[in-house]
C-alpha cells in the first residue's frame, strides 16, 4: 500500500516535459506482435500498465525491454497465444491481444481484462468486431477461445458504439488480413490515429484513423521500425487543474496542442489564460477560479471522460455552480465521496453531478478509487489548506509517470509513503 502526503495551498509554477500517452502506449505494445519485428518505441512512459503489457510481451515469447525512455520489443521469436487470467486481469487493455494474437497466430484464448473499477466494461463490441473479420469466439470456463481457421478475413465492420478498445482490437487483428476492413463508426481519439500511424511506420496501410471511417487495406506489415508516441493529452490536462487550483503559472512542453482542444473552453471559462506557441503550452490561473459551462463528456472530440474527476475538483473550488453529466462510463463519479470529504458541495443524481463550488478545501484522509479519481484527488490535495493523505495511488501509477516527481519541482509539497515499509 502506498500513499501520497500532500501539503497544499503552494502555487504551482515552472515547465514541465508531458510524458508519453498512456492510451498510445498499450495498443502500440500490443501492435509490436502484429508487425513481428523490432520496434523501439520512444517516449514510452514507465507506468505500471505499461510494466503490465511488457510482461504479456514476454509470456508471449518476445523480447521486451525498457532502456531509459524507450522500450524495444523484439517480437520475431512470439510462440504463444496464450494469456494467464493473472496476467489479463492487470489493465484493460490486455483485451487487445485477442485481435493482435488471433491476426498473428490464427488463434488466441485470453480471459476477461481487468482495469479500473469505473463500469461495467463489457467487451461484446470486440467480439462482434472480430467475428465479422473471421475470427471464431467461444467462451470456455471463463477463457475466450478465439480461432480463425482460414486466417483473418477482413470485412465490413460497423461498430454500434464508437468504442476505442473495440476500435484497436479490429486494425490490430485486419492489419493481417486477406482483404480490405473498413470500420465505420471508429473512435476518433488522436491515439486511434496514432496507432495507425505507428502500424503504417511498420508498412501497413491504414486510412482514415482519426475520422469516423478507417479503411486497413490487406498489407502484412513486417518492417522494423522506430516510433515516438504521442503526449499524453489527459496527463496534460491534469497538470494544467492542478497548477488552476493553486493559482499557478506552468509551461507544458512537449503537448500536441490540437489533441487538448477538446479542454481548453473549459480552462479559458475557469478563468485560466492559456497560451500556445508549437508544442509548447503556458497556463496561468485567475486570482480566483470561475464555474465553467456544463460538461457532458463524449467520445472523442467531446469532453473526454478521463479528464472529467479533474475537471470537478477544479469546479469544486470555482465561484458558482458546476453541471457534470458523465455518459460513458456508469460508475464514474467515485470521487465524489472523497472530495465531499475535503469539503466540496457536490450532489449526485444518476449521471449528473452539481458542483457548488467553495472557497477552499481542507486537508482529510481520502482514497483513490480508480486512476482518474486518485489524479483528481491529487489536484484537490495540491490545493487544499493543511494536510490531505491520499491512499491507493499504486491506481495513479497506472497513468501517471513520476507525478510526485514532477509536481516537486513545480514547487508542491507531497511525498509518497510506502507503507510496508514504515
Ligand atoms: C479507452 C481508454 C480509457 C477511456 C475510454 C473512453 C485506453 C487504454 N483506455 O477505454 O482511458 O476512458 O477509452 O474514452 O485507451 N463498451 C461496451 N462494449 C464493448 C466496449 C465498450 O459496452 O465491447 C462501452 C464501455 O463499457 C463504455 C463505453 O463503451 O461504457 C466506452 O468504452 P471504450 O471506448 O471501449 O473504452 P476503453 O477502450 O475501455
Not at 198 to 215: E, H, K, P, Q
Not at 372 to 389: F, I, M, P, S, W
Amino acid at each position: 500500500m502506498e500513499k501520497y502526503i500532500i501539503e497544499g495551498g503552494r502555487r504551482l509554477e515552472g515547465s514541465l516535459q508531458i510524458q508519453g500517452s498512456k492510451n498510445s502506449a498499450l495498443p502500440i505494445l500490443a501492435a509490436t506482435v502484429v508487425t513481428g519485428e523490432t520496434s523501439i518505441l520512444r517516449r514510452c512512459p514507465d507506468l505500471r500498465d505499461t510494466r503490465a503489457a511488457m510482461r504479456i510481451l514476454r509470456h508471449i515469447g518476445c523480447a521486451a525491454e525498457r532502456v531509459g525512455g524507450q522500450v524495444i520489443v523484439r517480437a520475431d521469436t512470439a510462440k504463444r497465444y496464450d494469456i494467464p487470467g493473472a496476467l489479463m486481469r492487470e489493465m484493460r487493455s490486455s483485451i487487445l491481444f485477442l485481435g493482435a494474437l488471433a491476426a498473428v497466430f490464427g488463434r488466441a484464448e485470453v480471459s476477461s481484462p481487468g482495469g479500473c473499477a469505473i463500469g461495467l466494461r463489457p467487451i461484446d463490441i470486440h467480439l462482434a468486431a472480430l467475428e465479422t473479420l473471421g475470427v471464431h469466439i467461444t467462451q470456455q470456463g471463463g477463457q475466450w477461445i478465439a480461432y480463425a481457421p482460414g486466417g483473418i478475413t477482413g470485412g465490413q465492420v460497423a461498430l454500434p458504439f464508437p468504442s476505442v478498445g473495440a476500435t484497436e482490437n479490429v486494425m490490430l487483428c485486419a492489419v493481417r488480413g486477406k482483404q480490405r476492413t473498413q470500420i465505420r463508426n471508429a473512435a476518433r481519439e488522436p491515439e486511434i490515429r496514432d496507432l495507425a500511424q505507428y502500424l503504417n511506420a511498420c508498412g501497413a496501410d491504414i486510412r482514415g484513423a482519426g475520422s469516423d471511417t478507417i479503411v486497413i487495406e490487406p498489407v502484412d506489415p513486417v518492417r522494423a521500425c522506430e516510433y515516438t508516441i504521442l503526449p499524453d493529452r489527459i496527463a496534460a490536462a491534469t497538470y494544467m487543474a492542478a497548477a488552476a487550483m493553486t493559482g499557478g503559472d506552468i509551461v507544458l512542453r512537449d503537448v500536441t496542442v490540437q489533441d487538448l482542444w477538446p479542454v481548453l473552453p473549459f480552462f479559458e471559462q475557469s478563468g485560466c489564460r492559456v497560451t500556445t506557441q508549437g508544442d509548447t503550452l503556458r497556463l496561468r490561473a485567475p486570482h480566483v477560479l470561475q464555474s465553467p459551462n456544463p460538461v457532458r463528456t463524449m467520445p472523442y472530440p467531446g469532453f473526454p471522460t478521463d479528464f472529467q474527476a479533474a475537471a470537478m475538483a477544479m469546479a469544486s473550488v470555482a465561484q458558482g455552480t458546476g453541471v457534470f453529466v458523465e455518459t460513458i462510463f456508469e460508475s464514474r463519479f467515485k470521487h465524489v465521496p472523497q472530495l465531499i470529504r475535503m469539503g466540496a458541495h457536490i450532489t449526485v443524481q444518476n449521471n449528473v453531478a452539481v458542483v457548488q463550488g467553495v472557497p477552499v478545501l481542507h486537508g482529510a484522509p481520502v482514497q483513490a478509487t480508480d486512476l482518474r479519481a486518485g489524479a483528481a484527488l491529487v489536484c484537490a490535495g495540491l490545493a487544499a489548506r493543511d494536510v490531505t493523505e491520499v491512499q491507493g495511488i499504486e491506481l495513479v501509477d497506472r497513468g501517471y509517470e513520476k507525478m510526485e516527481d514532477h509536481l516537486i519541482s513545480l514547487g508542491a509539497g507531497i511525498r509518497r509513503i510506502v507503507q510496508d515499509a514504515e
